[in-house]
């Protein structure tokens, strides 16, 4: 038996250098990695390329690392609910990949599988395929990094043809993944949201370093509700289940509604 456990957060993103990629789970807020985040902050790893599907906000998920300017590059699809995300682009000190958010999902997905490249539709016709997304700005507003012009090719799809923009997977140096519960082994089990993209960034990190909140021998998870199996993790670190954790926006209903 392999025992992928490690003694602290700390210790297992250690090996995280200057200019390394990342692809970090969350959605939104719920299932960000906050313990492994808040290691490589202290750790102070910088010039970071880093996949995920939002930044996280300004004092809490991805939005710390940002606030400190440890991250040179974004690959995500949502980029609302931080300021400093924005102030940062806009001043270009920040490289943005803007990308579709179910196309980052695949391209995750696909990097973690071993395949180069998909064709989807998402994206035809307009600067996604096109090109001339702003990457980088320079500081007087100008454009200095544009997005390139993608492949387009057409297939034949239920007897119609249909145009397909290429996108390439994505593979990273590490992955860093919140879960709800794991084995010593490396098996993980999600909860609700937190699976959104906790898994497809796990399978693409070259090295996925989970935290989860329990901690269970191997056996003890039920081999049917395994949500990522423990081929995709290579270190596991317990954090507690009172570990913080955040929403965006707190909505309730009136009262009497």
């Known amino acids: 038996m392999i025992d992928k456990q490690w003694e602290s957060a700390r210790a297992a993103v250690s090996d995280i250098q200057d200019g390394a990629s990342l692809a970090v789970g969350g959605f939104g807020l719920s299932g960000n990695p906050i313990a492994l985040i808040e290691a490589l902050l202290a750790q102070g790893t910088k010039d970071l390329s880093v996949v995920s599907n939002n930044c996280g906000v300004d004092d809490w998920g991805l939005g710390v690392l940002l606030a400190a300017q440890r991250i040179r590059k974004m690959t995500s699809s949502y980029v609302g609910e931080n300021k400093e995300f924005e102030r940062q682009f806009l ?37 996604v395929a096109e090109g001339g997304l702003p990457r980088r700005y320079n500081a007087d507003g100008t454009i200095a990094v544009a997005s390139p012009v993608k492949d387009v090719r057409t297939f034949a799809v239920n007897g119609q043809s249909r145009e397909f923009v290429l996108e390439e997977a994505i593979a990273t140096d590490f992955s860093l993944v919140h879960a709800a519960r794991g084995d010593r082994q490396g098996n993980l089990v999600f909860n609700k949201a937190a699976r959104n993209f906790n898994p497809l960034a796990a399978m693409a990190g070259r090295i996925c370093i989970a935290q989860v909140e329990e901690l269970v021998e191997p056996g003890e998870l039920d081999p049917e509700s395994i949500h990522l199996p423990g081929v995709f993790v290579h270190r596991i670190v317990e954090v507690g289940t009172d570990i913080p954790k955040r929403i965006e926006r707190r909505t309730v209903a009136a009262e009497g509604a």
């Open 91 to 127: 001043s270009g000190e920040l490289e943005l990949e803007l990308t579709p958010q179910g196309t980052l999902a695949e391209k995750l997905r696909a990097g973690g599988s071993g395949i180069a490249a998909f064709f989807t539709q998402t994206g035809v016709g307009t600067q």
